[in-house]
Each structure stands twice: as C-alpha cells, then as structure tokens.
C-alpha cells in the first residue's frame, strides 16, 4: 500500500512529496508550503472543470457512435453529417480573423529554422543524447548510415566510403558556403587575415558567412561559418586518422542541427504511479540544472555522458561568441484526459496528471530561469500541451497555467504554450 502523507488536503505518496520537498524546491525560491498550497488550489478548484471536460468528451464521442449505428449501410449526407457535428458542439462556429504576439521567445522558436526532437524523459540517455543533438559530426552521419545510398560493411574502416564521405562534405560546403573562386576540396591553406578568411583559392564568396575562429599555440583548431541562421564547424585537427590525410587537417564537418527537444511526458512514457512521476520529474530537474549525467558504457569504456557546454569562438571582429551547445528544451505535459494516483484529493480522487505535470515541470524549469547560461536565454519555459479537443480545453490550459504563474510567483506569460 502506498504510504501518503497530507499536504493541504491533498495526499501525497510519499516518495513524490519527499522528491519535490528534497531536491526539486530547494534553490528556486518557492517554499514548501505555497507549493503545496499552489498546488492544492490548482487540483481542488480547476479539478472538477477537468473531469467535466471529460464528460463532454464522452458525451460527443456517445452521440457520434450512436449517428453512425443508426446510418450504418447508408450513404453519409455530408452536409447533414456535418450540421450533426455542428449541433453536438463537435464542430464549433470559426471565430473572426485575429493576431497574436508574445515577449520573450527564443530564436530556436521565433527565428531560426530547425529539426526537432522527441524523447521520452525517463530515460535519462535519450534525454541527454536529444539535448546535445544540437551539434552533430556530418562525417559520421554519411559514414553511419545510408545518407550515402548504401550502408556501411563491417570489419573495420572503410577508406573508400571515408572518401565518398569527405568529398560529399565538400560539396556541401561548395553549396552551402561556397568560395569566391574553386572549391573546397582544393583547398591547400587556410588562415585569418584581419578578420577575413583566406584559402589559396580566396575567401568566401560573402563575407558574413564567416563567423568566427578558434585556435590553439599551434594555429587555427576551428572554422565557424553561417548558412541559413546555422553554424557549420569546420574542425582542424591533423592528428586524427581523417585529418592527416588531408591538406588543411580538416578532421570533420559538425552541424547545428537539431535546435529543439520535447522532454516527452507523456506520448512516450507510461508512468502509472508516483515512483514514475519522481524518475520523470528528476531527470527533467538534472536537465533544467545543468547537472544530468548518465554512465555509458560502449566498446569496452565507461563514462560519463552530460549535457554540453556553449560553443565559444572568436568572431571575425575579436570579440568572443557563445553559442548553444544544446538543443532548445520543451517538455511536454499530461493531456486531460489521464489521471495519477501519486496524488489523491481531498474527495480521495486521483488527480489529473496534467495538473501535477504543470505545477511540477514549471516550479523544475524556475532552477533554469535562474542560470546565467541555461535553456531559455530569454527567461522562458516551454510547455507543450497536447491532445486539446476545442477551443474550451485549450482555455483550460491557458487558465492551468495562469494559475501556476501565480503560485509559483512567476510573472504573467512566463510559460510559453
């Protein structure tokens, strides 16, 4: 049986409450009463419009299975099969044409383009793998996979499939970045002249493509340009098996590529009880601190995998870039629709998930608005809402957070839906 303790007239299993009380509220400024006191207004007052939500869901769906028993075999009218949908409110009236805006969006959403990806936040691996995928070897991805139109062979290294791999990363860089005469895979020198690159076949064909260097005693180690709002790293390292073989020690091509990662919740996770809750919530707590580490063991070696530091370099004009070492962090809460029995009501009800999820993974995300360098760079936390049936349920999102602002002492629109 779970052991539960009492918190505002909620009952909390133990294991959860001693989690958040623990290791989750210390440092964010939230006391452990107005959390448990946010919290318990959140479930008692907006708990019961949940489970009413729920029933209008069940209504419809109730009323959609009886219109198709009572039209099964006949052709669907759909002009009155739609002014059905209509007045069971399946289908709501479009509203008039409006705009919207928001303060404090960071560039991975409001700008600049990119993939993104999914994982399931109680796997702590996957989580960290996800979050460093912002930058990723060009090199190995061709060699890896069938990018190329084959799959590599075993029994070690393949030195044809290694050139097919770099002269591949030479014509994207022609394409993407292209000099102002030849081509990049001719080229025998490379330097910085006065904040210019220079190749013996000349600089890049504009100039602003150019982002940056760094170096080392022995010269230049990397080469940043910019296509498309994106960082290219070129990466010079003649003492690697790729990079002495070739002119300029080119040893791999690294991409920024996926700039964002939902932290799922929910889609792919199963979490039945409060011992799930308190593994999913603890990763996205390591996350959110900067201090999530996971011990790998591949080819014989264990270590460490962590989260990334920023990319530093020097841009043409000598100052000194930071740039994100790690993908854009969404997470991803419960929809309405579930309930969790790490938390019961003042009735003895299971609470709604997506209402624990809310409270928990922004009170998390406040050690992050506090970091210098963290997730958000502009005091955002991103929260992915999933599963809203209509303009009513995606209300109720926007008033469960509103509340949690409140709670928590955030400011107003902190969290981003």
């Not at 919207?100 to 796997?123: F, K, M, R, S, Y």
């Not at 063991?297 to 740039?323: I, M, Q, W, Y």
Request: aromatic share 6%.
């Amino acid at each position: 049986m779970t052991e539960r303790t009492e918190k505002f007239g909620l009952q909390v299993a133990q294991e959860l409450a001693t989690f958040i009380e623990a290791e989750a509220l210390p440092g964010t400024g939230v006391t452990v009463d107005a959390f448990w006191k946010g919290l318990s207004n959140l479930v008692h007052t907006l708990g019961p419009k949940n489970r009413a939500l729920l029933e209008k869901r069940e209504t419809i769906q109730a009323q959609v299975d009886d219109w198709y028993r009572a039209n099964k075999g006949h052709a669907i009218d759909q002009v009155a099969y739609q002014a059905f949908l209509k007045d069971i409110g399946y289908l709501v009236q479009e509203g008039d044409d409006f705009s919207i805006d928001t303060a404090n969006v960071d560039p991975e959403i409001a700008h600049v383009p990119g993939p993104q990806l999914v994982v399931p936040i109680t796997n702590a691996r996957f989580a960290l793998n996800a979050a460093n995928a912002r930058w990723g070897s060009l090199y190995d991805a061709l060699y890896g996979t069938d990018a190329l139109g084959d799959l590599p062979q075993g029994g070690g290294y393949d030195a044809a499939r290694g050139a097919r791999v770099i002269a591949w990363g030479r014509d994207f860089l022609d394409k993407s970045v292209p000099l102002a005469s030849g081509s990049w895979a001719d080229i025998a020198e490379i330097s910085v002249q006065n904040g210019t690159l220079r190749t013996n076949l000349g600089g890049v064909e504009e100039a602003a493509k150019f982002a940056g260097t760094k170096s080392n005693e022995t010269g230049l180690t990397n080469v940043f340009l910019r296509n498309n709002g994106l960082l290219i790293n070129i990466v010079l390292d003649a003492t690697t098996p790729v990079g002495k073989t070739d002119a300029v020690g080119i040893s791999d091509i690294v991409l920024e590529s996926a700039l964002s990662t939902i932290m799922d919740c929910e889609d792919s996770v199963a979490a039945v009880d409060a011992e799930d809750k308190a593994l999913a919530y603890r990763n996205w707590l390591g996350l959110m601190k900067g201090d999530l580490s996971e011990t790998v063991s591949k080819g014989g070696k264990t270590f460490d995998r962590v989260l990334n530091e920023d990319v530093t370099f020097t841009a043409p004009n000598g100052e000194t870039v930071s740039h994100k070492g790690r993908s854009l962090m969404l997470v991803r809460n419960v929809g309405h629709l579930m309930s969790n029995p790490a938390i019961l009501d003042q009735d003895g009800l299971e609470i709604g998930e997506g209402l624990l999820d809310a409270m928990v993974t922004t009170m998390i995300a406040i050690h992050d608005l506090k970091r210098e360098s963290g997730n958000s760079v502009h005091g955002s936390v991103y929260v992915v809402k999933p599963k809203m049936h209509g303009p009513e349920e995606v209300a109720f999102a926007v008033e469960i957070f509103d509340m949690v602002e409140d709670a928590l002492g955030l400011p107003r629109n902190t969290v981003k839906l």
